[in-house]
């Protein structure tokens, strides 16, 4: 796969912008761990292989264990491995991620709210939007996975 182009240097202001958004959800108040498996989770639905590998990775640094990681994407099978807060966040990232086959409905809403509440869930959907845009932008212009560079 070959880097199409270095968005970062050619719009640094908009890639500045995202970067600020980034900062908001890390200082919102939803644990670290949560929104990094949420961003895993929104880049497996993606098929993203730089944010993948990348988020595996902080999730490493962090100390998550391996069988967790190799049981994101079966979440919904993994029982008490995921908390009741990893469970909500992932079905609502596969809700708003899904926007066009889901037009995430009344069910998910109240499911997700009853968890999170007004304010988590706002931050959590910021979240979920932010790492939708990332995953375009990387696959767009097909950045290359830090895996792929060490091969």
């Given at each position: 796969m070959t880097n199409r182009l270095d968005y970062n240097q050619i719009a640094p202001n908009g890639a500045k912008a995202l970067g600020g958004v980034y900062g908001y959800v890390m200082q919102s108040g939803l644990p670290g761990e949560l929104v990094d498996l949420v961003y895993l989770r929104v880049s497996q639905i993606n098929n993203c292989a730089y944010c993948l590998d990348m988020h595996t990775r902080e999730l490493v640094k962090r100390?998550?264990?391996?069988?967790?990681?190799?049981?994101?994407?079966?979440?919904?099978?993994?029982?008490?491995?995921?908390?009741?807060?990893?469970?909500?966040?992932?079905?609502?990232?596969?809700?708003?991620?899904?926007?066009?086959?889901?037009?995430?409905?009344?069910?998910?809403?109240?499911?997700?709210?009853?968890?999170?509440?007004?304010?988590?869930?706002v931050d959590l959907t910021i979240a979920i939007s932010l790492m939708n845009g990332y995953n375009r932008m990387a696959i767009s212009f097909r950045n290359t996975p830090q895996a792929v560079l060490e091969n």
């Open positions: 100390g998550v264990k391996i069988e967790k990681l190799a049981l994101v994407q079966a979440w919904k099978e993994g029982g008490t491995l995921f908390s009741e807060a990893e469970r909500a966040a992932f079905a609502w990232a596969e809700s708003v991620t899904l926007v066009a086959e889901t037009s995430v409905p009344d069910s998910a809403y109240e499911a997700a709210l009853q968890v999170f509440g007004e304010k988590q869930l």
